[in-house]
């Protein structure tokens, strides 16, 4: 298809994938001649992840050349094009820091591989941010923690499969991370606010209860 027939397909105005073009997020079509190239499926579906990651995730067109540039580049292997993925949706922003002995013992206790990662890193820069706050949470809280993400791990892993195609890959873990992880902490907000209504009601109720 040429480019009057690609905007059309994909929603995305001729301005745009011109500009995609340019910045090098979209590969160039195939040339006929010095005036018109022709484009395929694989230029509508990086156009969809695109305007995914832009509209719905908010990543800057600098983050999406990264992860365009690590999707085009057959070097990396898969799982590291996922863990980036999940690290520039997540918004890790860390410098590198020492390990948490919170988080060498959840890793064991856990049985996650005893490797470094991002999220990692991300975990161990909280965990220190935590105790600077006061806020240190207890072995037994970050277990408790630790085995309730474990389950919903592995039921959001269960929605990836690798058909050997990377922006499909990519669109699915940048829209499920944003969307379930956002899901996630409402939830768990809900979940808070609903145990304070049933102690704190049961207690309001057993004091007026001794008043009378």
């Known amino acids: 298809m040429q480019l ?5 397909q994909s929603e995305v105005s001729a ?10 997020l979209l590969p160039p079509g195939l040339s006929r001649h010095a005036t018109l190239a022709e484009y395929g499926d694989e230029h509508l579906l990086r156009l969809r992840l695109i305007q995914a990651l832009r509209n719905v995730v908010k990543l800057s067109i600098g983050q999406i ?11 990396v292997e898969f799982v590291n094009l996922l863990g980036k993925t999940q690290s520039l949706v997540l918004g890790y922003d860390f410098k590198e ?6 988080t060498a013992g959840v890793v064991r206790s856990r049985g996650w591989p005893d490797i470094d990662t991002d999220a990692r890193q991300a975990l161990n820069a909280h965990l220190r941010e935590m105790d600077s706050l006061g806020l240190a949470p207890r072995e037994e809280v970050l277990d408790g923690y630790a085995a ?11 929605s990836i ?12 873990v940048a829209v499920g991370v944003h969307q379930y ?3 996630l902490v409402r939830m768990l907000a809900l979940a808070q606010t609903s ?8 207690d309001d109720r057993r004091q007026t209860g001794a008043r009378n």
């Open 161 to 172: 499969t690798d058909t050997g195609n990377r922006d499909e890959a990519v669109l699915t």
């Open 97 to 102: 820091t020492h390990e948490h002995p919170l």
């Open 15 to 24: 301005a745009s994938i011109k500009y995609y073009l340019r910045e090098g």
């Open 65 to 75: 050349r990264i992860l365009t540039e690590l999707i085009d580049d057959s070097q």
């Open 195 to 202: 145990a304070s209504i049933r102690r704190y009601s049961d």
């Open 148 to 158: 309730a993400v474990d389950t919903v791990a592995q039921q959001d892993l269960s």
């Open 181 to 183: 992880s956002t899901l």
């Open 4 to 8: 009057k027939e690609l905007s059309r």
